[in-house]
């Protein structure tokens, strides 16, 4: 019986194999296509002779450039195709008339709480914001308190959460892209799960002070280390605070709510070959109908999407977002130049190992998850998302600090696609986990929410797969459901982008 | 009655102010000198009357250049003095024949454990060191099911510490300067609290793969969550791995070990004008008195020791030594301009709230603190160290940055002086805290380890503070005291120095 592989645009001249383990040498394929050596699963086979310096194509874009005569049936990678050089940014155009069918998708709700500011939450945590990492220790110990001798008193709060990070003093606090971490900071403290309750803990002497973070501050939203005298008062005063916040959010209560009051995060991360045909379209598809729903949907990570940039430009609503989404590229572009980084300095071994040749096939397959629809705005690190329907936001590719940077854009949910396999996750917003292949769901069946593996044997639909994540996000968000992760308390770090240097 | 002031070096034309509260308009001083104006506690008061455009003077060193006249018994502070020039990295010399006399030091020991490679380490800890941060929510569940079901059987070790960090993926790790995060996470994990006993948590697909950062590595070490079948046997596995290190570790037992055994890091935080008269001197007093016992003692903080390097570079004991102290101060300088950020961006609000009214300032009191040995090597960032004797480690002068690239570099006890005060404190070595003024230790009664603000009111002599911060360290070292911030278990995250971009 001849094996399986996936095509995605009739001009590609390679595929990937779907066969756990591999194609054998001799292995054959539909349409005559003999394997000429072992090719492992999820890697590229050549559909025809590519000459060497001739293009690899793939989801009908240049992927590289083959560096020696490549023969039809042979094993297409990394050592054999040379990568091409990134689309220059000054050279993206769009119509601004982007046509989008959006799916069928009648009126939905979840049951979320429903913020003063307009805004839904998917949680109701008590959040601590932190103005320097020198409270942390303090912090940690007041929210372990909290959590086991307040919380069991206001049953309708979920939890408490100290946002930690690396960020506050011994830094330049004026230096150029200082306002990257201060406004991810700030915009952290106001995530619609946090219920607009604000309390936060300062030492007193360092640079980013609560009153140059908030502007101004009223006193019962904050405990200063250094005003009180003692470690008890210390203790005694955040107890204090935390209580009186719990009160108010205890009166919180799950309502139904318009899933157009979501904000979801897409992210992906130990990408392999699959993830662009399976999870990532399948995403793409719960995208296109959260959309279509009204809701606000992000996607990120820069390093992955610039190689791509050239399929979302056209995509893009205005002159204004298209701009934007220029300046971001080539903000990154001398980020990564002034620290003598190479572009291609994304893909992990794991994706290798994987099947992605280079950046440019794991930007073709990461920017599907974004679906078809119009790109309405672009944000940039830590920015609050201000329309609905699809917005990209600026953050690095690197899993806990895109998930940091979209949280606090105001993701309230995010859905996240991996081939090679993780436990990342979030205290502060649920992170649903979609496989690309079922070996991984086969091998990681207590960790991974949804297989979207079944798509590349055929069982399932990218329309069904993506419905299914759809109904998952309404169920998970409405806390009808549990991820795996959040099962077993499995919570990463939160972790700021902060560009600028340490003093 | 004549109010005090502290003096503290011959041609200095300022003094601080002792009294707390302050100096007010019309107070008088030894010499017929009378304030002009009210002056806060630990700010300056000229001394004589100072031109515009002469040089200010204090420690015997420039500090700065008067912006305008300033009358005799006026506050000297940030706006009327203009900061000087750093003194060029090029212009450093020494004659290399740093003259010193040792303190008188007994033959005295510590109750430390001995480890097979020669090391002494303060602690007994089982350390899981993590090669990415994805990792970190897994590892963070196993520790504290060790802690719980474990470690009551194993009651020779004191603790269990997941060693996690931002790094080890979402990077370029081959970028410049890659070589500091991966050096600081390896030797972090060799820190001879852990007593050689490596065991390692990795996702599987991160770019700081176990062999990359190892060399090589036995399987016995390493957990790879990717290579196991669901979240229970990636628990089981941990936890079978770990109580192995448990029984190995729980025949460690305290025992007499040479106070040359002693790793002793030295740093300051939330400094103020005192810092440079109370709590850095006596410190540095101490510091000399470990050095004549033969321990290895490490001072870091490139950016506060930048304007005092000067006086630093005499004392280096070889060309080599000298070559390598310019290159890190170089490096940094680097380091800063890459991000267009000024050097005197390190002081704090809370630092020039203290009466320190630049960088100079700030690092004159700073360096006191290294006493005055030969500085007998220079590491980099996350190097370990090679020698008994007085090393400078090149750090940031963040705080926990700082503890952690000193705790990589083998550091196994920490003395922190603090003048604002702060609750730092690491899990994986005790920080024993100083604080240079009387008011501090007032108020954080319950913080404050060692209060050396007697010194400035003459109860006590910087000799004598010196002799009981010595002591102190080796009984918290032996176990035989516990620090206020170790009572409480106050923690800090650890944080890896990280120049390079990420992806
Ligand atoms: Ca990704
Ligand atoms: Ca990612
Ligand atoms: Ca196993
Ligand atoms: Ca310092
Ligand atoms: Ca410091």
Known sequence: MNELYIKVNDRDNVAIIVKEGGARAGSTFDGGLVAMEDIPQAHKIALSDIPSGSEVLRYGEVIGHAREDITKGSWVNERNVKIREAVPVESLTSSFDHEWTAPEVG????????????????????????????????????????????????????????????????????????????????????????????????LGCEKL????????????NLVVLQDCKGFQEIMDEIMDKAEEKLERLNRRQREECPVSGLVVGLQCGGSDAFSGVTANPAIGYAADMLVAAGARVMFSEVSEVRDGVHLLAPRTVSPEVLEKLKREMSWYDDYLAGGEVDRDANPTPGNKQGGLAN??????????????????????????????????????????????????????????STGRGTTYNLRVAPV????????????????????????????????????????????????????????????????????????
């Open 209 to 220: 002070t609560p009153q140059k973070l908030f502007t101004e501050i009223d006193d019962r």
């Open 107 to 202: 009126p939905r709700t979840f049951m979320g709480y429903r913020n003063a500011d307009g805004t839904f939450g998917t949680r109701n945590i008590l959040a601590i914001t932190t103005t320097v990492q020198c409270v942390e220790g303090v912090v940690n110990v007041a929210v372990d308190r909290i959590r086991r001798e307040l919380l069991p008193k206001y049953p309708n709060v979920d939890d408490v959460a100290a946002l930690n990070h690396a960020y506050g003093c011994g830094v330049a606090i004026s230096a150029r892209n200082a306002e990257i971490p201060i406004r991810t900071i700030l915009n952290m403290s106001k995530n619609p799960n946090f219920g607009g309750e604000l309390l936060t803990v300062s």
């Open 432 to 503: 649903i986990k979609v496989s690309s292949n079922t070996a991984l769901k086969n091998k990681w069946f207590d960790l991974i929410d949804i297989n979207a593996g079944d798509i590349a044997s055929g069982e399932k639909t990218l329309e069904e797969k993506g419905r299914e994540i759809f109904e998952f996000i309404i169920d998970v968000a409405g806390g009808r459901k549990k991820t795996f992760s959040d099962e077993y308390g499995l919570y990463n770090a939160l972790t700021v982008f902060n560009p600028a240097p340490i003093t």
């Open 359 to 416: 950046i440019i096939e794991k930007s073709l397959g990461s920017v599907v998850k974004s679906g078809t629809s119009p790109i309405v705005d672009v944000l940039s690190p830590g920015e609050r998302i201000r329309k609905s329907g699809l917005t990209f936001a600026a953050t690095p590719a690197s899993d806990f600090v895109c998930g940091t940077q979209q949280f606090s854009s105001g993701m309230t949910i995010q859905v996240f």
